[in-house]
């Protein structure tokens, strides 16, 4: 297989929340993978400052992002896109959770900063997700673009944020956690940017997943893995199944396959 460039999802598929980690063959896989030349993006649902909040993504020294579920894509610490959500419908939905005394965030490109009215929704996000706390919201600058804002609270209330804003989209990932945007974030949309950006053609790209949002992902590129503790709904759409990530899945697939 001649590969030029490999998308991977990154929680569950090279980060291990059962050790909270990345195994040392994962690693020295895509070390490998770079060393001979092929192009590693990270392509996932995280913020790039979640992502950059831990050092052993910063040590990885992959060669660009797809953050937010494809909401934005940055390549050599440039912004190669960004979907940000109008300012003035971004100030409406944060005056309107505020009236609300909802908890809320704002996913800014380098940044997340919140507002917490009530901490039994909010905690129990941060008890499941590895993720880092939001800088109060004392110190956003109204003047950074925000990607999309997340706000905490079960899902009757839906229908009363739906009624008041019709037209933006809301993903339910968690039973206390909501996010909303201005339009669909995909990561085929990544894929696609990125492809276009290193001049690589679909025929050499190969994507890595675990869940179902890289479904798109796989769709996009020529080749797909699912590793072996993923999704039973996603291996249907891979090309190949590697062994559980903990197993050093991830490096033995691409050894027996010839990319590294």
Not at 33 to 42: F, P
Request: hydrophobic share 35%; with cysteine.
């Amino acid at each position: 297989m001649d590969i030029k460039i490999i998308f991977i999802d990154f929680d569950w598929t090279i980060f291990d929340h059962r050790t909270y980690s990345i195994n040392e063959s994962t690693i020295e896989a895509i070390k490998q993978a770079r060393n001979k030349g092929i192009k590693v993006i990270i392509n996932t649902g995280r913020s790039y400052y979640s992502l950059l909040s831990k050092q052993v993504v910063r040590d990885l020294k992959v060669d660009g992002y797809v953050v937010n579920n494809g909401g934005a894509c940055i390549i050599n610490d440039s912004v190669l896109y960004a979907h940000y959500l109008n300012k003035e419908l971004k100030d409406n939905i944060i005056n309107f959770l505020i009236e609300n005394k909802i908890s809320y965030g704002l996913n800014c490109l380098k940044y997340s900063y919140g507002k917490t009215f009530e901490q039994g929704n909010v905690n129990a996000f941060y008890s499941v997700f590895d993720e880092p706390r939001t800088l109060d919201i004392s110190e956003y600058k109204n003047s950074d673009d925000v990607l999309s804002i997340t706000y905490f609270e079960k899902s009757e209330f839906d229908k009363i944020f739906k009624s008041k804003f019709k037209d933006v989209r809301i993903n339910r990932f968690f039973d206390t956690c909501v996010e909303v945007t201005s339009v669909p974030f995909l990561k085929k949309e990544g894929v696609k940017e990125v492809l276009k950006y290193f001049n690589i053609d679909r025929e050499f790209s190969l994507a890595i997943g675990d869940d179902t949002n890289d479904i798109d992902m796989f769709n996009e590129t020529k080749f797909s893995i699912c590793v072996g503790n993923g999704k039973e709904e996603l291996k249907k759409h891979a090309t190949f199944i590697s062994k559980d990530i903990k197993d050093n899945g991830i490096f033995d697939i691409l050894k027996e396959l010839k990319i590294i």
